[in-house]
């Protein structure tokens, strides 16, 4: 255990204030002195490239890295559903303060009232942002953006784009951007992955980085480092997350001083398409828009494998609707996933090996007619179709839960800054927002919040209260970070094994999806935590990695990340096992409810983990007291 940690930039006053307040207090960078600053900025995605456009239009120096060949292939061009926004165009009573009210319920209670308020607020400004951009929209027949629902709401707040709404979100900050890369503004290094983070007199000063091509190693320095580079749901092997999403960014950040906040809180999307086999390398999301019209069902009876269209009304059991009649299919993603484990483990699933249930849109058609269903849906349908070779217009989609987010990252305070100073996390990467459970179409609100708005307004005051020397390529800590990152590349290919780092990686994330997925117990988390460190050392024995570091090597770049997997799955199972209670996404079956619902404890747990890297020693606790003013913490009820 170690001192407790506090967020010490947040305002106090009337939270609808706060964020104004900081604004304000907050010390500027004069326009013609930007352009003596230079930052870094790791990943392209929402956060990202909202962050490179918006940080270059200012008139600061950018130096912006992704692995991908294009910033517009980052993986936020796979969302789906929806950005929520509280404009309340339909006027069914959406406000400001109802989106903060939903965001601190639907995380359970375990984020801070600051920052969610700061992003309802902020919610408002992305939407006007993204239009001006060229983003479009669904619109409805006036001419007004249209929105529909998400989980855990009962109001239409989310904007969508049919099912594409992270890939046309994306290409308007890659238009932004590239607008930057065009003018000189922004240094765009592609195919570069981030390997370490250089720290000089306790501040973030650079990075190490290599090029995926050629395998050079190379240094970058600037005054600061904003890592957007995305969660850590890969660490389960198979996810939503695209095969090269990684955590080694955040990771080595960790290793370099950055607490990790809330590491066992990851998010289980309960639409997706199920796995068909032991060797798969990853599972495909279906949009959570899809509960607006579908109706989610498995048989009544135990057992019954009959083909959906022979299965009659009476005897099925639409389960969500019957036991949450207030919110129906559009309950939480952690809710509607724990329901959908449990009916699956009393024998009623559906598919192969029963692992499954329906989402039937034979009344949506029947109600709408099939061009309208089309309309809203079709690029989804076509998707499950080209996947599953199903026709989901005549036969019901067959969907299970599965890895899709995380909610843990690195600790931030309110200015987005992770402990290391000058060393910032936005998006996905940091733990900021969501607490326990992120609802439905807040990844995009979020990424783009941190990206466009929050972070270039923070970033200026660290600059101007933090004047720099410039850092000598020589200097210890850089030659230190260079001869690290070289060891461990050296290692990896010397270590003449006889498994992949795929087999490892496979295994790693079977036991950590079994001990660690969508219910905990402490008996299967003490099983992982002595199971780990003894696959970890079987790991530095026994992988096999061909080829050499002076080319393209996509063997050596996948060795790498997992061997961050195994220090980070450690983490997150220790995390799971000192959090006895249950929570959004981390389920404790000790802590329930008799009816199965999870039990918080908010006597001793009402807290931020922010947990501190201690090489060769057990990680040290921070803990960050949360309190309520607005939102009071109560049992969550979506009956």
Known sequence: MGDPIADTKAPGGPVHERWDRRRFEAKLVNPANRRKHTVIVVGTGLAGGAAGATLAEQGYRVVQFCYQDSPRRAHSIAAQGGINAAKDYRNDGD????????TVKGGDFRSRESNVHRLAQVSVQIIDQCVAQGVPFA?????????????????????????????????????????QIDAGAVEMHPRTEMLDL?????????????????????????????????????????????????????????????????????????TCIPRSGDHQAKLTLMSESLRNDGRIWVPAAKGDTRPPEQIPEEERDYYLERTYPSFGN???????????KNVCDQGRGV???????????ADAIERMGRAEV???????????????????????????????????????????????????????ANFSDHGANRLGASALMQGLADGYFVLPATLGDYLARHPHDTVAPDHPAVTEAVTVTEDRLHRLLTADGDRTPESFHRE????????????????????????????????????????????LNQTLEKANRVADYFELAELMCLDALHRTESCGGHFREESQTPDGEARRDDEHFAYVAAWEYADGAPPVLHREPLAFEYVHPTQRSYA
Request: proline fraction near 4%; hydrophobic fraction near 40%.
């Open 95 to 102: 406000s400001v303060h109802r989106l903060f009210y939903d």
């Open 508 to 551: 790693l994330g079977a036991l950590l999806w079994e001990e660690c997925g969508m219910a905990r117990n402490d008996a299967g988390l003490r099983r992982a935590l002595a199971r780990i460190p003894e696959l970890r050392a079987e790991y530095w024995r026994r992988v096999r990695v061909p080829g050499s570091g002076t080319e």
């Open 374 to 428: 089309a309309e809203k849906y079709g690029n989804l349908f076509e998707m499950y179709e080209r996947i599953t070779a199903e026709d989901p217009y005549s036969r019901p989609m067959r969907i299970y839960p599965a890895v899709h987010y995380t909610m843990g990252g690195l600790w931030v305070d309110y200015d987005l800054m992770t402990t290391v100073p000058g060393l910032f996390a936005i998006g996905e």
């Open 139 to 179: 619109r409805e027949y006036g001419g007004l953006l249209d929105t529909r629902s998400f989980g855990g709401v009962q109001v239409s707040r989310t904007f969508y784009a049919r099912g594409q709404t992270g890939q046309q979100l994306l290409l308007g900050a890659y238009q932004a951007l590239s607008r």
């Open 351 to 361: 598919g192969p090996g029963g692992q499954g249930v329906y989402l039937d849109f």
């Open 330 to 340: 559009l309950v939480p993603r952690d809710i509607a996933s724990r329901a959908a």
């Open 198 to 270: 250089i720290v000089v007199d306790g501040r973030a000063r650079g990075i190490v980085a290599r090029d995926l091509v050629d395998g050079r190693i190379s240094v970058h320095l600037a005054d600061a480092v904003v890592l957007a580079s995305g969660g850590y749901g890969n660490v389960f092997h198979l996810s939503t997350n695209a095969k090269n999403s990684n955590a080694t960014a955040i990771w080595r950040a960790h290793r370099r001083g950055a607490y990790f906040g809330n590491p066992c809180y990851t998010q289980i999307h309960p």
